[in-house]
């Protein structure tokens, strides 16, 4: 079970990984909302990123304050990000899915048991939201890569 959740956590298998969605993404396109859609893959992306943090932070923190739910895990409609900005993103949703991962692996870690600061959660639970959000709103920015046209010409579908 563990193999399995990390192999979920990095994006193997029947699922595009998110560093692959990330991947060579036209700067020019990060403020750009598709039609019908109320945010740019970078909102998408931060969003993600957000997402993840809280959860970790649930994870291991029992004093951890989540944002408010729905605006604090979007940024506000109107922000425009630059290229270190989504170079920001994408680095800080590696490293805490590395800590994530690093939970996992470690051999001590009882993926069953309740957490201690919210007993009707496990790890497992947690572990399974991340890989589960983050694959879901994966295969968005990929979507919304292919209606934009984004995608490097060389790149086989």
């Known amino acids: 079970m563990r193999n399995q959740l990390l192999d979920v956590l990095r994006g193997k298998g029947a699922h595009l990984s998110f560093t692959e969605a990330v991947e060579n993404f036209p700067s020019a396109f990060i403020n750009v909302r598709p039609p019908n ?3 740019t893959p970078w909102h998408l ?3 993600v990123r957000i997402t993840q943090w809280d959860i970790l932070e649930f994870i291991r923190n029992p004093d951890h304050v989540s944002p408010p739910w729905p605006q604090g895990y979007w940024p506000a409609r109107e922000t ?15 490293r805490d899915l590395e800590d994530l991962i690093g939970i996992v692996e ?8 309740p957490l201690p600061h919210q007993p009707d959660y496990t790890l497992l639970r947690e572990i399974l939201l991340v890989a589960d959000h983050t694959s ?8 919304l890569r292919q209606v934009r046209d984004t995608w490097p010409e060389d790149r086989e579908m």
């Open 106 to 113: 470690d051999p001590q870690t009882d993926l069953l048991a």
């Open 37 to 39: 859609v109320p945010y």
């Open 45 to 47: 992306i931060e969003h």
């Open 80 to 94: 425009q990000a630059d290229k270190d900005n989504w170079d920001t993103t994408i680095t800080a949703y590696h």
């Open 136 to 143: 879901y709103h994966t295969g968005e920015l990929a979507i």
